[in-house]
C-alpha cells in the first residue's frame, strides 16, 4: 500500500552528478494552488543545461525537482481556487526552476494561474510536450510583434521545438509564413504550412528579394540565436518591420535594424516563473493553446521513445546528443 505521505521523484542534488530517482514528501495544496497527480513531464534542452550547471539565467535551487513542462489530473485545489476541481486534465508550464518543483514527480503543487485545461483531442504526453514551445511562440509573436492577416513572417529554424510552433501560431493568425531550416528539414517546416527556406544555400538578401521584392519581411521571430540573430536584422521590413528573438542574448550590432528603422524585443518565457509575477498571463495563453489545438489549427512533433521516472537521463542524453525526433517526454507512472 502506498504512503500518501511520499512520492517518488527524480532529484538533482549536485550540479554535473547523476539524477537520482527517490521518495521525497508529497507535497499539499497551499492557497491559490492545485496538488497535480503528474502523468507527463515535458522535457527541453534547458533541463540539460540545469543538470550541467550552465544555466544561471534559470536561478535553480538545489536540491532541485527538474521538469519545466507537465499534464496530468487535479488531485485537489488549495483555499481561493477556482476554475479547477479534482478530475480535471490539466497542463502548463508550472516549475523546475527558482526553487519551484518541477513535473520529475508523482505528484506537484502548482500555482493555479499557471494551468489551463487540457485540449481535449491530446493525450497526456502530447499536452505535456506544448506549453514551454508554445508559451515563448505566442509571447513572441503575438504579445510583443502583433502578428496579424496578411502579414509575411520569417520564422529562423522552422523545424525545431519553438519554431514548428511559431508556424502554426502565425498561420492561425492569417500571416503568409516562411522558415528556415535545413535541406533535410523541408518536408517537415512545409508540412506545417510555411515556404521552407534552405538557410545553408540562401543568403538574406536573396529570400529577402525572393519573397519581399526587398522591402523585408513584417516580423521576423529567431529562435536559434547568434549569427542568426543577426541575420534577421537584415530580414526585417523597412519602416516598421519587427524582429524578436527567444535567443537573444550575446553582443549584437544593431545598425542593420536601425538603418531598416525597423524595431527589436526580446522574449524569456521563465520570468513569472523566477519573479513571481504575471503567473496568469502563462495561464492565458495556455488557454489559446487549447483552443486552437482543439481548433486543429496547432500539433506538436513529439519524439515516440516514451521515458520514464527511472531513465530520465537517457532523454537527456538523446537531446545532448540531438538523435531527438521531435519533443521528448517523460511519462510519470
Known amino acids: 500500500m502506498s504512503n500518501p505521505t511520499t512520492m517518488q521523484a527524480v532529484v538533482l542534488a549536485a550540479y ?53 513542462d ?8 488549495g483555499p481561493g481556487v477556482e476554475g479547477f476541481r479534482p478530475g480535471d486534465e490539466v497542463y502548463g508550464m508550472t516549475g523546475g526552476i527558482a526553487g ?75 500571416a503568409d509564413v516562411y522558415a528556415t531550416g535545413s535541406a533535410s528539414q523541408r518536408e517537415t517546416i512545409e508540412g506545417y504550412g510555411a515556404t521552407a527556406i534552405d538557410y545553408r544555400t540562401r543568403t538574406v538578401d536573396d529570400y529577402v528579394a525572393q519573397y519581399t521584392d526587398g522591402a523585408g519581411f513584417d516580423i521576423v521571430f529567431d529562435t536559434v540565436g547568434g549569427a542568426t540573430l543577426d541575420a534577421s ?44 509575477k504575471r503567473r496568469a498571463a502563462h495561464g492565458a495563453i495556455m488557454r489559446e493553446a487549447t483552443r486552437l489545438v482543439e481548433a486543429g489549427k496547432v500539433n506538436i512533433r513529439i519524439d515516440p521513445t516514451e521515458y520514464t521516472l527511472a531513465n530520465v537521463a537517457d532523454a537527456h542524453r538523446a537531446i545532448a546528443d540531438g538523435t531527438a525526433a521531435g519533443k521528448l517526454v517523460v511519462s510519470v507512472a
Open 16 to 68: 554535473n552528478e547523476p539524477l537520482v530517482l527517490r521518495d521525497v514528501a508529497r507535497p499539499v495544496a497551499g492557497p491559490g494552488q492545485v496538488l497535480v497527480r503528474v502523468a507527463a513531464s515535458g522535457v527541453n534542452p534547458l533541463d540539460t543545461k540545469i543538470v550541467a550547471g550552465k544555466a544561471d539565467h534559470a536561478r535553480t535551487v538545489l536540491p532541485a525537482i527538474l521538469g519545466i
Open 70 to 77: 507537465m499534464a496530468g489530473v487535479v488531485e485537489a485545489v
Open 100 to 174: 519551484v518543483q518541477g513535473s520529475l514527480a508523482q505528484y506537484a503543487a502548482v500555482d493555479a494561474d499557471l494551468l489551463a485545461h487540457k485540449p481535449r483531442n491530446m493525450s497526456m504526453r502530447e499536452a505535456a510536450a506544448l506549453p514551454l514551445v508554445f508559451i515563448t511562440a505566442w509571447e513572441g509573436l503575438v504579445d510583443r510583434a502583433k502578428v496579424g492577416a496578411g502579414m509575411k513572417v520569417l520564422v529562423h529554424g522552422g523545424a525545431g521545438g519553438v519554431g514548428h510552433i511559431a508556424v502554426q501560431i502565425a498561420r492561425a493568425f492569417g
Open 233 to 276: 536584422f537584415r530580414a526585417a521590413r523597412l519602416y516598421g518591420g519587427h524582429v524578436v528573438s527567444a535567443l537573444g542574448w550575446g553582443t549584437h550590432a544593431l545598425a542593420p535594424l536601425s538603418f531598416r528603422a525597423a524595431t527589436y524585443s526580446g522574449v524569456f518565457t521563465l520570468l513569472p516563473l523566477i519573479s513571481g
